[in-house]
T-cell receptor, first 115, second 116 residues
Framework: AQKITQTQPGMFVQEKEAVTLDCTYD???????LFWYKQPSSGEMIFLIY??????QNATEGRYSLNFQKARKSANLVISASQLGDSAMYFC????????????FGTGTRLKVLA | DAGVIQSPRHEVTEMGQEVTLRCKPI?????LFWYRQTMMRGLELLIY????????DSGMPEDRFSAKMPNASFSTLKIQPSEPRDSAVYFC??????????????FGSGTQLSVL
């Protein structure tokens, strides 16, 4: 069975500081993808970053990076130089790429950036 | 492409009524997902389709929920009869499967359902 766990319901960070949002996962798939999405107060879902289970290097997209530790089954999102516009809900997600193609999400972390 | 289109954006109904949510995926996408978002449970996967065929409906909460995908460009999620605890935002999302690559989901704007 697949499962995504986000243990931080809410986080605060000072503007311009870095913040790490935690995500752990469980899967029986040998091959899978890990994703982070952002949901601002407007409600839309915005894709941020992707990491494949066989990628040896951590993914980066601008100010977003994914700290992937396969042995620990964690895929933490790091946001550098936080901006006020980063205040939003953040969801970690996983999709199996062999066997099952279920695309599941965690419960989310609400991030508030303080001026 | 216009993206994933959901309708209605908002639905207010009374307990016991039938509710039908609609979704038009992005043309060419072969996977379609229905999610329910609540504060307590986050984004729950209800059901997903591949090439119009339901693959996994284990997330459908009870028999009151049903989903169909009669063709590649249309899907419905029906709740009959509706109950107040069904109040949530329902998202439809689609993706195109390519093995071992970034398969991000494209989400619709969601349907805010309120059952009184």
């Amino acid at each position: 069975a697949q499962k995504i766990t986000q243990t931080q319901p809410g986080m605060f960070v000072q503007e311009k500081e870095a913040v790490t949002l935690d995500c752990t996962y469980d899967t029986s798939d040998q091959s899978y993808g890990l994703f982070w999405y952002k949901q601002p107060s407007s409600g839309e879902m915005i894709f941020l970053i992707y990491q494949g289970s066989y990628d040896e290097q951590n993914a980066t997209e601008g100010r977003y990076s994914l700290n992937f530790q396969k042995a620990r089954k964690s895929a933490n999102l790091v946001i550098s130089a936080s901006q006020l516009g980063d205040s939003a809900m953040y969801f970690c997600a996983m999709r199996g790429l062999s066997g099952t193609y279920k695309y599941i999400f965690g419960t989310g972390t609400r991030l508030k950036v303080l001026a | 492409d216009a993206g994933v289109i959901q309708s209605p954006r908002h639905e207010v109904t009374e307990m016991g009524q039938e509710v039908t949510l609609r979704c038009k995926p992005i043309s060419g996408h072969d996977y379609l997902f229905w999610y329910r978002q609540t504060m307590m449970r986050g984004l729950e996967l209800l059901i997903y389709f591949n090439n119009n065929v339901p693959i996994d409906d284990s997330g459908m909460p009870e028999d009151r929920f049903s989903a169909k995908m009669p063709n590649a460009s249309f899907s419905t999620l029906k709740i009959q009869p509706s109950e107040p605890r069904d109040s949530a935002v329902y998202f439809c999302a689609s993706s195109q499967h390519r093995a071992a690559t970034n398969e991000k989901l494209f989400f619709g704007s969601g349907t805010q359902l309120s059952v009184l």
